[in-house]
């Protein structure tokens, strides 16, 4: 069952030269700023991807690196990342920006300072004088060409993080070879084994998985063997840092270790590896009993590409007693794979510890869907896809929205999240109507009057205008409501033969819909 979402009528504004006499009044449904992306919206963004997460108390700290590739660059296909951001919250709704925890500039052996890759940050207690320091490991290339993985200190998780001077990881000691960027995307892991003694584990790498301990300083790798070097191999025991990857399935990139806890806090069962695999990138996940030398299960697929990004990197944690998963998407206006914005949703575990398959939300940890339908009770939605796999399919911009297009009712497809018009200025009758399984994807009014979901490539104020609409009293129905095309006005979203298209609204019933609460 359905609630009617409110809608509060504004009064004539023809007295002030506004509206015509005769037009449609206009009216104000309830739309939201909240859900995904977690720290932006349409109006205030900053991109920033490969996020990462640190619980510390009753604190969330959200980083990211801070994507600032022009339209040049991102055509190149070049990653432009300089700074290290970070955002804290305490209810997971409620975002502060903390700023630039840790510039590119201040990395001594880095080659340039528009390489802040991705990174993690965890919370230990340094050996030397008893005091809690923070940790950021993170990766960049050093002055041989090579991807290395850094790590920096800071007595405050917002920084500032000081690098220690020179890289953790180099890729003149990881074996085998297999690219210039296998040393990347750094996680760690930190527990007490069931003996008392504490392990500090660091994983990392692109197309191939490195698993090695850390020290208690935090800052070194354990010499295992006591032989004075730091080697690599597929020994335990023997070997310091392990490859860990050649029975790992489809395993391409952005490791994240996590471990369940029960109701005392105390980790059980597997840990999991989450990773990105395949191309464009897919989320999977791996378990085993044991980090460094454990069997891994098979993997399993969680999560499709996203609708608006080449790459994903994940984050998986626990807070106030539920689960949650952070992966980056370029669902903000311009976004791509060069411009990510960080998303969140809660997850959830099957009895047998499993992960079923899920899609990216736009609504994320919010419960502000919306379901529109014809006056008649057919549900609009967009057409049922499984976000390709091909770079040349994107960016989407024709996907066919109407009525028995979704494969059924029940799907996300016929789900939308109502957001303040994109180009609505101060006019809270302008809105803008995403996809909830499709962030980044908006009903996009096309200059030749065809209306289809699409993806706001450009960030322009026309563009903007495409996927804005004013909201006013039903043309067949005063209880209803009708949808005017900012671009286009006088025209409106109507339904003919089955598809959403752009009208005069001769057809009043046809331009007429019904907004409900899908939740």
């Not at 022009?70 to 955002?87: F, M």
């Not at 990347?184 to 392990?199: K, L, N, R, S, Y």
Request: contains cysteine; hydrophobic residues 35%.
């Amino acid at each position: 069952m359905y609630r009617k979402i409110g809608i509060m009528g504004l009064m004539c504004l023809s007295t002030l030269g506004l509206v015509a006499c005769g037009a449609p009044k206009e009216i104000v449904l309830e739309t939201t700023d909240g859900g995904n992306p977690m720290v932006s919206t349409n109006q205030e963004y900053v991109y920033g991807g490969d996020p990462s997460v640190l619980v510390d108390g009753d604190t969330v700290y959200l980083y990211t690196g801070h994507d600032v590739s022009t339209d040049d660059e991102v055509a190149k296909s070049i990653y432009n990342i300089p700074e290290y951001l970070c955002y804290s919250s305490t209810d997971m709704e409620n975002w502060t920006a903390e700023g630039v925890v840790m510039s590119m500039e201040n990395v001594s052996w880095a080659s340039n300072a528009t390489s802040a890759w991705a990174s993690q940050v965890m919370k230990h207690q340094d050996p030397s004088d008893g005091q809690d320091k923070y940790y950021l490991y993170y990766c960049s290339w050093d002055k041989t060409g090579k991807q290395c993985i850094g790590v920096a200190v800071s007595d405050s998780p917002t920084g500032t993080f000081t690098d220690i001077g020179e890289p953790l990881v180099r890729s003149s000691v990881t074996k085998p070879n297999t690219s210039t960027f296998n040393d990347i995307d750094p996680t760690a892991w930190i527990e007490t084994d069931d003996e008392g003694v504490e392990h500090r584990y660091l994983a990392w790498g692109n197309g191939l998985l490195f698993v090695c301990e850390l020290n208690e300083d935090m800052v070194s790798i354990t010499d295992i063997n006591n032989d004075g070097k730091i080697t690599s191999g597929n020994t335990a025991g023997e070997d310091d840092i392990i490859l860990r990857s050649g029975e790992l399935d489809s395993y391409t990139e952005a490791p994240w270790i996590y471990r369940r806890q029960d109701a005392s806090g105390n980790y059980y069962g597997d840990y999991y590896l989450f990773f990105a695999h395949q191309w464009r990138e897919c989320m999977a996940y791996a378990t085993t009993d044991d980090l460094i030398e454990g069997k891994w299960s098979d993997t399993n697929l969680i999560m499709y590409p996203t609708a608006t990004s080449n790459t994903n990197h994940m984050a998986v944690f626990d807070f106030k007693g539920k689960t949650y998963f952070v992966y980056h998407n370029g669902s903000l206006p311009a976004g791509s794979g060069f411009r990510r914005t960080a998303c969140v949703r809660e997850l959830t575990f099957n009895e047998d510890g499993s992960i079923d398959l899920f899609e990216e939300s736009a609504i994320g940890l919010d419960d502000s869907l919306s379901r529109i339908s014809t006056t008649e009770g057919l549900l609009i939605g967009h057409e049922t896809f499984i976000n390709s796999s091909i770079d040349s399919d994107y960016p989407y911009k024709d996907i066919a929205i109407g009525t028995g297009i979704a494969e059924s009712d029940e799907l996300n497809d016929t789900k939308w999240v109502i957001r303040p018009g994109k180009a609505a200025g101060e006019s809270k009758s302008y809105v803008s109507i995403e996809s909830e399984n499709k962030p980044g994807l908006y009903i996009t009014a096309n200059s030749d009057g065809t209306v289809t979901l699409c993806q706001d490539t450009k960030a322009t104020e026309q563009a903007a205008a495409t996927q804005t609409f004013k909201t006013v009293q039903g043309l067949a129905d005063k209880k209803a409501v009708s949808f005017e095309s900012v671009s286009s006005q006088g025209k409106y979203l109507t339904l003919v033969d089955g598809k959403l298209a752009l009208t005069d609204g001769k057809d009043k019933k046809a331009a007429t819909f019904i907004v409900e609460d899908a939740n």
